[in-house]
């Protein structure tokens, strides 16, 4: 089975600090993505990667960065975290490209709260 | 650009009851259609998908029919369980070009509650 596990399940923390999100996947999938889900909004992307430092924004990247230094390992960067980041984080993963790659691989998730 | 349109939720249905959840799509090319559930406290995990019209998902009870001509993919079970009480996200991806990496549009998720 694939797994995909996120470094933290709940995080709280407070405006301005710099924040660290780590997603791991064991399954030598190419392509890894982070989501944020809010209530209503369903999931909306922010970055996601196709190769080793490969990275390419999402739908919503202001505020966050990310890095890729191996292929298993996707890192979503919160610079100074502010309160409107206060969300629930998904990291996903997919093998290849096209309609076949739509096949994501979803972490349990990260809830973020920002005080 | 592309989106997902889904009925708006939540949905409360009692024990063996029949499920819709409407989906709606607008795409600029060929999407890949599917459906994600999300039970609680957890991820996303694929329910079912299609990738072409006329293609007709399943899996668990659930159906969903990819129709080009409504740009749709409404998903379906005959006899809900209470276990079937989770989030539903219809996504799609499109097919062609190299720059896709089934990169997911959702639809913003419809709650359903199954009550015993």
């Known amino acids: 089975d694939v797994k995909v596990t996120q470094s933290s399940r709940y995080l709280v923390k407070r405006t301005g600090e710099k924040v660290f999100l780590e997603c791991v996947q064991d399954?030598?999938?190419?392509?890894m993505f982070w989501y944020r889900q809010d209530p209503g909004l369903g999931l909306r992307l922010i970055y996601f990667s196709y190769d080793v430092k490969m990275k390419e924004k999402g739908d919503i990247p202001e505020g966050y960065s990310v890095s890729r230094e191996k292929k298993e390992r996707f890192s979503l960067i919160l610079e100074s975290a502010s309160t409107n980041q206060t969300s629930m984080y998904l990291c996903?993963?997919?093998?290849?490209?096209?309609?076949?790659?739509?096949?994501?691989?979803f972490g349990p998730g990260t809830r973020l709260t920002v005080l | 650009g592309n989106s997902v349109t889904q009925m708006e939720g939540p949905v409360t249905l009692s024990e063996e009851a029949f499920l819709t959840i409407n989906c709606t799509y607008t795409?600029?090319?060929?999407?890949?259609l599917f459906w994600y559930v999300q039970y609680p406290g957890e991820g996303l995990q694929l329910l079912l998908k299609?990738?072409?019209?006329?293609d007709k998902g399943s899996n668990k009870g659930f159906e969903a029919t990819y129709r080009k001509e409504t740009t749709s993919f409404h998903l379906e079970k005959g006899s809900v369980q209470v276990s079937d009480s989770a989030v539903y996200f219809c996504?799609?991806?499109?097919?062609?070009?190299?720059?896709?990496?089934?990169?997911?549009?959702f639809g913003q998720g419809t709650i359903l509650t199954v009550h015993p």
């Open positions: 996504a799609l991806t499109l097919n062609a070009g190299g720059t896709s990496y089934g990169k997911l549009t």
């Open positions: 996903a993963s997919s093998l290849g490209n096209g309609g076949l790659a739509g096949t994501q691989y």
């Open positions: 299609a990738t072409k019209a006329d």
């Open positions: 399954m030598d999938h190419e392509n």
């Open positions: 795409a600029t090319g060929y999407p890949s």
